[in-house]
């Protein structure tokens, strides 16, 4: 983080949303004394508790209250390959991880308790296998159709491993050769679906669907028919930076990670059950008007960390403030450009539900996984999938039951399910939860006037210094050594890194305040920064922005 002015005079700071993103930011603008004396910091949030952790529960243990389990809505996990900058943010708020390397079991709506695949965790080094139900013929069988049916799924299983294998080659190779972040490549503008078809010859069409795609609808909580025009760089990047490294989950859940980054800002500076609905442009910078509430007015910056729609609404209310001002011309023109940009972001509603409904899980115990996906996407007429799942015919939705744990003696489990296409049991359910999703652009270059990759030239010097700097056997453990490996070896092959910055619609200030001449900006953050929308995007784009608060502020 860049220093700051020794200038005395204050800057008045609105943060709008309290998401990851808007926590990160006011947590960067008040994370030193200078920086509290510097920036005077407000967050505002329309629903009455912050919002990171607004919609997470607990569960108490029946005698002990502190063994009661609190539960995260929507389950978070991270991995220190994909979310390098949410690692060390969580790193440096002094935040214990646990280690959750997934284990998943996969099925079809068709017969959504009778799993067609196992995946065993770690990156397949672990391996794939049959459900426990399947290890034993049943008895009314003959030896001939035992022996079919255990062969065709053994075959199954040994197509989808080689298609797993060179999905990751693909990945890894082009994650070596650096195409994977330049928004020039064709792999970054062609729909995932679309590049696995034409490679069809190597990677199963049916490994592509029930289980890829599958896997990533569960990842993105978003529909199989949007993961399926996610550009491929981004599925292969995924792909290649989380291999072999561990995933993990916040001790104690996010309610600490809240905690930690609004800890520097001071009570009355937190604005719950406020609904901003204008910002409006004033001489002292911008004027925040709240439904029934008076405004708020002299914020030099606002920081709109909220759903790019509702971003693009409170644009478009300061556009209306200013309409009529003939100095303001070329920035409203600059304005309906980057409302053009958010509006290339779009959403999907997702849900997630608690509840205790074991009938959502595999019948047989032994096929129980950390995470139980369910997919409706099959593909007609095909042979294997129809042996393995007992399904003909598809849909275009997944469902995805996470195991939580036991919180009482008699074993009661608590389970959470995100996009129900199997409703639980009415008296089973603990709570429900709507959220909207981002989806990920069309390509890196749709929203580049927002964010954008920049190449970097590196010399042999600088890629020797980056392999040294990447690969640490201090920091390295058993299980991600080769993945430091990998990620220090394609530093040194490539000339050039692609970086992210702001794009030009921000960087240059172009929503500044007409009426004031303090300088300032209106600024747009989220998880769609980069990538596919995760956690990732929300901490870098909140860098990104306070960095460049920090360097102009004068």
């Not at 069988?141 to 797993?164: E, G, H, K, V």
């Not at 600490?256 to 409006?280: C, F, M």
């Amino acid at each position: 983080m860049v220093g700051i002015s020794k200038s005395d005079r204050q800057i008045k700071v609105a943060i709008i949303g309290s998401g990851l993103a808007g926590l990160t930011a006011s947590h960067l603008l008040s994370q030193s004394a200078e920086l509290r004396k510097r920036y005077d910091v407000h967050i505002f949030e329309k629903n009455e508790s912050l919002g990171l952790d607004a919609s997470s529960i607990t569960i108490p243990h029946p005698t002990q209250q502190e063994k009661s389990l609190r539960v995260d809505v929507p389950m978070r996990s991270i991995n220190a390959g994909y979310y390098p900058n949410l690692t060390r943010l969580y790193k440096s708020l002094g935040v214990k991880l646990k280690k959750t390397n997934f284990t998943f079991s996969f099925s079809s709506i068709h017969a959504p308790r009778s799993p067609f695949m196992l995946y065993n965790g770690q990156s397949g080094i672990r391996g794939f296998s049959v459900r426990a139900g399947d290890s034993s013929s049943h008895p009314s069988s003959s030896i001939q159709q035992r022996i079919s049916t255990n062969f065709s799924q053994s075959l199954t299983l040994l197509i989808f491993a080689f298609s797993y294998i060179v999905l990751l080659f693909f990945a890894l190779y082009h994650h070596a050769r650096g195409h994977l972040l330049d928004p020039m490549h064709p792999i970054n503008r062609e729909p995932f679906l679309h590049w696995s078809n034409r490679h069809k010859r190597y990677i199963d069409p049916t490994f592509i669907r029930s289980v890829t795609l599958t896997l990533f609808s569960a990842v993105t909580t978003s529909s199989i028919a949007s993961v399926e025009q996610i550009p491929a760089a981004e599925i292969l990047l995924y792909i290649s930076s989380t291999f072999l490294r561990d995933h993990h989950k916040v001790q104690g859940g996010v309610q600490i990670v809240q905690d930690a980054l609004a800890r520097n800002i001071p009570l009355d500076n937190v604005h719950t059950s406020y609904t901003v609905e204008r910002i409006q442009s004033d001489q002292q910078g911008y004027t925040i008007s709240v439904a029934d509430k008076a405004p708020i007015s002299g914020f030099q910056h606002v920081i709109l960390a909220t759903p790019a729609t509702f971003s693009n609404s409170l644009i478009e209310s300061y556009c209306n403030s200013i309409a009529e001002k003939v100095s303001a011309a070329d920035q409203i023109e600059n304005i309906r450009i980057l409302q053009d940009n958010l509006a290339q972001i779009r959403y999907e509603e997702s849900m997630v539900i608690n509840h205790s409904d074991r009938s959502l899980l595999p019948k047989n115990k032994k096929d129980w996984q950390d995470l139980n996906l369910v997919s409706a996407n099959t593909v007609e007429n095909d042979e294997r999938y129809r042996l393995l799942a007992g399904s003909k015919h598809g849909g275009r939705s997944a469902m995805a039951t996470h195991l939580i744990r036991s919180t009482a003696t008699d074993g009661e489990l608590i389970l959470q399910t995100t996009n129900p296409t199997i409703w639980p049991k009415k008296d089973s359910i603990l709570s429900s939860s709507n959220f909207v999703r981002a989806l990920t652009p069309i390509s890196k270059q749709a929203i580049d006037g927002l964010f954008e990759w920049t190449p970097v030239h590196l010399t042999f010097s600088q890629r020797v210094t980056q392999f040294f700097r990447l690969f640490n056997f201090e920091q390295s453990t058993p299980t991600t050594i080769h993945s430091d490996w990998i990620t220090a070896c394609f530093s040194i092959l490539r000339g050039k890194k692609h970086s992210l910055r702001l794009g030009k619609l921000q960087s240059s200030r172009s929503l500044q305040p007409v009426d004031s001449e303090k300088p300032g900006n209106i600024w747009v953050c989220g998880s769609y920064a980069q990538g596919i929308p995760l956690l990732e995007g929300c901490v870098t784009s909140s860098m990104l922005v306070v960095n460049e608060i920090l360097q102009n502020d004068i």
